[in-house]
């Protein structure tokens, strides 16, 4: 009889797996369908000083977007080059690596989509449009949905692998 409700709570679990990441994805698809409808207005100053906030604000922009490409750039490079390192490792050592390069690209993904966001943001503070809104609206969305499942990845690796400071063995 104990035995039924952790299965239950399992069986709640996986339906709530599943209706999380649709209902993400059926916002996304509302706010692209919103935004294509409805053509972006801007506001108009209100501040003296707003040219040079522009300016200023555009830097920062520009160095954040920079950031996550680069942050972006070199998860990918890395990743590229950690696989190629273990190509030709025997295959339950080569399972293992490829599953932390997966969670350490995923990280870094994660971290650059972090920096993207905070070039939204500050792109929003400068000149606030519906459009705007709307797009970081979308990108938060997304965000969390990549952050969900990332961290079903991590709990599947940690079934798979054990924790996370989990190395494999050398042979």
């Known amino acids: 009889m104990t035995e039924k409700q952790p299965q ?3 069986n709640g679990e996986h339906w709530f797996s599943y209706i999380l990441p649709v209902s ?3 916002g996304l698809v509302a706010l692209l369908i919103v ?3 409805h053509p972006t207005e801007e506001l108009q100053p209100i501040i003296p000083q707003e040219e040079w906030l522009n300016v200023t604000a555009g830097y920062l922009i520009i160095a954040a977007e920079a950031a996550a490409a680069f942050v972006i750039g070199a998860a990918v490079l890395r990743a590229v080059v950690s696989y190629v390192q ?3 490792d025997p295959m339950t050592r080569q ?3 490829t599953e932390r390069i997966r969670l350490r690209l995923g990280h870094m993904l994660n971290l650059g ?3 993207a966001m905070g070039s939204d943001i500050l792109r929003l503070a400068v000149s606030p449009s519906t459009g705007d809104v709307i797009i970081l609206f ?3 969305l997304l965000r969390i949905l990549l952050n969900y499942f990332l961290e079903r ?3 599947s690796s940690e079934e798979f692998c054990g924790p996370g400071d989990y190395v494999p063995p050398l042979e």
């Open 35 to 37: 935004m294509s409808g």
């Open 113 to 115: 989509l972090e920096f």
């Open 86 to 88: 273990h190509l030709l």
């Open 138 to 140: 979308a990108i938060v």
């Open 24 to 26: 993400i994805i059926a």
């Open 8 to 10: 239950t709570t399992r």
């Open 95 to 97: 399972i293992d690596y």
């Open 153 to 155: 990845e991590i709990r």
